[in-house]
């Protein structure tokens, strides 16, 4: 099993920047997600890191250390709506074990954006 | 049209009812899951299918069972409701491991 963590609620204001932290404890790792789920809506894929760095995706951006098992979601020039939780999710297992493609979730992140 | 449907969107029924929730999907991927959302617990697995002959027990599936009777269908069962299984439910399907699992809209499961 995995532990992760991330805080339960962030307040920011619009035009700012945000940053999620992911903290994970884990006997096998393969790679971690972030997930934007709106308020009764399915989650949808924002970014997968499995390398250490920093990935892109225009105002999203996502960063790994595998060393310190630790991960940020960055949002940038904040908008209404990007208020919304936002998950983090660890890839479980390693070689023919992770066929599956399993993920761990944390608890989620509520960001709330304020005009 | 969804490419992951899950039906019925809500449901209300009565402890120790049977209850069946359906996902289908159309992406054609061969692997499936099924989670439960609390308020403050996040998503849980109850169980997940690579194809219709391998069904798996994710971290909480007692109380439920499952069918994969295709590679596009995957339905989870409550064999006998219980009030703490009132839960936002979702399907989710993936192509590879490593690619991102696309969910359906969920079903608002509330058991009386």
């Known amino acids: 099993g995995q532990n992760i963590d991330q805080p339960t609620e962030m307040t920011a204001t619009e035009g700012a920047i945000v940053q999620i932290n992911c903290t994970y404890q884990t006997s096998g790792f393969n790679g971690l997600f972030w997930y934007q789920q709106h308020a009764g809506e399915a989650p949808t894929f924002l970014s997968y890191?499995?390398?250490?760095g920093l990935e892109e995706k225009g105002r999203f951006s996502s960063f790994l250390s595998r060393s310190k098992g630790y991960s940020y979601l960055l949002l940038k020039e904040l908008q209404m709506k990007d208020s919304a939780s936002y998950l983090c999710?660890?890839?479980?297992?390693?070689?023919?074990?992770?066929?599956?493609?399993?993920?761990?979730f944390g608890a989620g992140t509520q960001v709330v954006v304020t005009p | 049209d969804a490419d992951v449907t899950q039906t019925p969107r809500n449901r209300i029924t009565k402890t120790g009812k049977r209850i069946m929730l359906e996902c289908s999907q159309t992406k054609g991927h061969d692997r499936m899951y099924w989670y439960r959302q609390d308020p403050g617990l996040g998503l849980r697995l109850i169980y997940y299918s690579f194809d219709v002959k391998d069904i798996n027990k994710g971290e909480i599936s007692d109380g439920y069972s499952v069918s994969r009777q295709a590679q596009a269908k995957f339905s989870l069962s409550l064999e006998s409701a219980i009030p703490n299984q009132t839960a936002l439910y979702f399907c989710a399907t993936a192509d590879r491991p490593n690619q991102p699992q696309h969910f359906g809209d969920g079903t608002r499961l509330s058991i009386l």
């Open positions: 890191n499995v390398l250490d």
């Open positions: 999710a660890v890839r479980e297992g390693a070689g023919s074990t992770d066929s599956w493609g399993k993920l761990q």
